[in-house]
């Protein structure tokens, strides 16, 4: 099928038993390169972005860098400056980009620009460092051309922010980013105030088999002034291999940090595991260290490797990820 687009539902373990369920995600056959996958249904407008460089012969760089910049346009929930603050009112975004040759770069804690993921890749290009964090990057930002936004907080974070400030409890709720309201950049609002950020992270391949990775984020919503995630550092949220493949990350990155997580998926995949069993084995690295705490988890795994191959798995059941290609 040409130009295909496709959905899945990802259901993985169930923790604390290790019990594998079948899943969509199960042997799926090498797609025709190029390629693009990224998390969550919210992938697909990302993947079609995408997949205007890639249908051209462009790079898998480029096109990541084109979908995370789609979402970040959008006014929703998980990504952008459309995001719900941090518990002190204030919308903080992490991002990271990776190519073929291992040349990264990311930003934490930054505010007030649009397109982090774009700030990411001057500092890939443009700098000896890989990351640059806070007043820092936004210096960087505007010093290379990005313009300062406003401050205002969207409708819907207004709306969330002020039920949080009710309680001020801090309780995230697992896969709460798949129970939308009025489609699918609606905020992730329930009337306790709980709600989830989400992450959105892709993966590409491009014609001649180059690989490239990109993750944008607001962060979970209400955390800590300052807190950063698993969304902007290389080997954790995004990690890319051009001999092995490439594999992000969605939902408590915290734990993702612990076990180096997507270089860990690599690292699987280059010992001959399929993206699939790769994600697996991430997956119960996890909730092996600690059972009790995995049954209020959610992380999940995406991949992709050097023959087009695609997989995914997660803790709790509701993970979900979006494919592009020509197959």
């Not at 969550?40 to 460089?53: F, K, L, R, Y």
């Not at 998980?78 to 603050?85: D, F, Q």
């Not at 996890?286 to 209020?296: E, H």
Request: include cysteine.
């Amino acid at each position: 099928m040409i130009n295909r687009r496709k959905f899945l539902h990802f259901s993985a373990l169930a923790a604390p038993l290790l019990t594998a369920k079948k899943t969509f995600a199960s042997n799926f056959d090498a797609a025709t390169r190029p390629i693009v996958v990224s998390t969550w249904d919210s992938g697909m407008p990302v993947n079609a972005a995408a997949w205007e460089i890639l249908s051209t012969k462009g790079t898998a760089l480029d096109a990541v860098e084109a979908g995370a910049m789609h979402i970040e346009n959008e006014i929703n929930c998980c990504v952008g400056l459309g995001g719900y603050p941090d518990r002190d009112g204030i919308v903080t975004l992490d991002s990271c980009i990776m190519d073929h040759k291992a040349n990264c770069g990311a930003v934490a804690g930054i505010e007030r620009i649009k397109h982090p993921v774009s700030v990411a890749r001057k500092v890939m290009e443009k700098t000896p460092h890989v990351i640059l964090v806070g007043a820092g990057a936004q210096q960087f930002a505007v010093e290379n051309g990005f313009t300062l936004e406003s401050t205002d907080l969207s409708e819907s974070a207004k709306k969330a922010y002020a039920e949080w400030l009710k309680k001020s409890e801090y309780k995230p709720v697992i896969n709460i980013e798949n129970k939308k309201q009025n489609g699918p950049f609606a905020p992730n609002f329930f009337d306790d105030g709980t709600l989830n950020h989400d992450t959105m992270g892709l993966v590409a391949m491009d014609i001649t088999g180059n690989l490239s990775g990109a993750v944008t984020t607001s962060g979970m919503a209400f955390k800590l002034h300052g807190r950063v995630g698993d969304s902007p550092i290389i080997g954790a949220g995004l990690f890319v291999d051009n001999e092995a493949g490439a594999a992000t990350s969605s939902g408590t990155g915290e734990e993702v940090i612990r076990i180096c997580g997507t270089h860990l998926v690599v690292e699987f995949m280059r010992q001959g595991y399929s993206p699939e069993l790769a994600c697996k084995k991430a997956v119960e690295r996890i909730v092996n260290r600690d059972k009790v705490k995995a049954k209020t988890l959610q992380v999940g795994f995406l991949a992709l490797n050097k023959k087009g191959e695609y997989g995914a798995y997660a803790i709790q059941k509701g993970f979900e990820f979006s494919v592009k290609s020509e197959k």
